[in-house]
């Protein structure tokens, strides 16, 4: 596009923004109740939030990149950019918080046939069906090729019998995008395929895993005789690991985005309410150096984002990079929310009560303390990098 064309685009789309996103909807997230997963079971918190989530999805901008015949918005990787900045500008929140639209919907866009992009794209531009992801098993972590899960041809179905761990949301999801493994005679990288089924299928099953922070975002998710359409199958069979490496490039990528302050309050702004003196300084030198270093490493890695989205964009992928993003990201959150603890004092230490989220400061500080792991390990994202980015030796 010219550059004449982009500046008409910016120009609309502020405008558009200024008439279709609430007051309401460019203020800090207060909670992970103000976060919309969508799904067929959601509610929304308020009318604004629907009128937003409505509006951003009936333009498809809650996918902007992804094809208009699929539903998305069908922008170029400039307008995009233009939308992004746009929205940051307003303080925008995001419409949509969906592992459909970070991790399976790219998939679905590389490796699906046109059936199955027409049936699954558009509910997830909507967000009409919450997914979780069947990937790590009790005994395939780290190691994940060495998933056991089995899946068995029955002519007309697939049968699966197994049990995945550490399922994100999976007594909230509507849909499961599960590697199970379809040749137990072949290489363990091999004889793996990549299968869509629902939630409420018979023989499903989910148990909330309890953490220290008192939340259970995580489960154990066990399948008993679960039938599975093979239309539903993506991608050519024992080929999912494919598929695997394609999306855990944009889960970690995900991930990787909690080093982003977001929609957030930044660290500066939260304690120049709470520790100032009488001039409007942070008193205590040392808070002050750290939140200003926190600060510089966060806006660099913003820009580091950028700029690898771009990348992507352009036809180069992600790749062993998303593992940069992942790592730094993750210790930029852990980091966040060590500072912030040092911010509020002994107030961060509550543990309930009407102060502070009723300790929310507390288990999130808590909850970060899986970053390091979810997704990939640190060490793993970091030997990653050694051998891939850096090329050292094994």
Same mark, same amino acid.
């Not at 695997?244 to 999306?247: E, H, N, T, V």
């Not at 913003?302 to 984002?305: A, D, G, I, P, V």
């Given at each position: 596009m010219s550059k004449t064309d982009l500046e008409t685009f910016r120009k609309d789309t502020r405008a558009w923004l200024k008439e279709n996103c &609430?007051? %309401? +909807?460019?203020?800090p997230l207060r909670s992970e109740d103000d976060v919309y997963w969508g799904g067929r079971n959601a509610s929304f918190q308020s009318d604004d939030q629907k009128k937003w989530v409505t509006a951003m999805a009936t333009r498809g901008w809650t996918t902007p990149t992804w094809p208009s015949e699929y539903g998305g918005g069908g922008l170029s990787k400039e307008e995009a950019k233009i939308l992004q900045e746009e929205m940051r500008a307003i303080k925008a929140r995001n419409p949509l918080q969906s592992f459909g639209i970070s991790m /399976? =919907? &790219?998939a679905l866009l590389k490796f699906a046939n046109e059936d199955q992009k027409k049936r699954f794209i558009p509910p997830i531009v909507r967000g009409e069906i919450r997914w979780c992801q069947g990937y790590s098993e009790p005994n395939a972590g780290s190691d994940l090729a %060495? *998933?056991?899960t089995k899946c068995e041809d029955k002519g007309d179905h697939f049968l699966i019998n197994g049990q995945k761990v550490w399922t994100s949301y999976a007594d909230k999801a509507d849909w499961i995008f599960c590697l199970v493994r379809t040749d137990f005679d072949a290489p363990k990288h091999e004889g793996i395929s990549f299968i869509l089924f629902d939630m409420a299928s018979e023989g499903v099953s989910t148990k909330p895993i309890q953490l220290i922070s008192g939340y259970s975002p995580f489960c154990e998710t066990f399948f008993d005789n679960v039938k599975a359409e093979k239309e539903n199958q993506i991608g050519e069979l024992n080929k999912g690991w494919t598929i695997?490496?394609? *999306?855990l490039t944009h889960e970690r990528e995900m991930i990787g985005g909690m080093g982003d302050g977001g929609t957030r309050k930044s660290l500066g702004q939260i304690a120049a309410e709470k520790r100032t003196t009488g001039d409007g300084g942070i008193q205590d030198a040392l808070l002050r150096a750290d939140i200003a270093r926190h600060e510089i490493d966060g806006a660099a890695f +913003? /820009?580091? +984002?950028e700029r690898v989205k771009?990348?992507?964009?352009? !036809?180069q992928g992600l790749g062993a990079v998303s %593992?940069? /993003?992942k790592y730094r990201g993750t210790e930029l959150n852990k980091d966040r929310h060590e500072l912030m603890m040092s911010v509020m004092g002994s107030e961060s230490l509550q543990w309930g009560g009407d102060n502070v989220g009723g300790g929310d400061l507390a288990r999130h500080w808590l909850r970060t303390k899986a970053n390091s792991i979810e !997704? =990939?390990?640190s060490e793993v994202q970091l030997n990653i990098i050694a051998k891939r980015i850096l090329g050292l030796p094994s």
């Open positions: &609430p007051p %309401s +909807m460019r203020q /399976l =919907g &790219p %060495s *998933l056991a695997a490496k394609y *999306l +913003m /820009l580091t +984002m771009d990348e992507a964009k352009a !036809g %593992s940069i /993003l !997704g =990939g390990t």
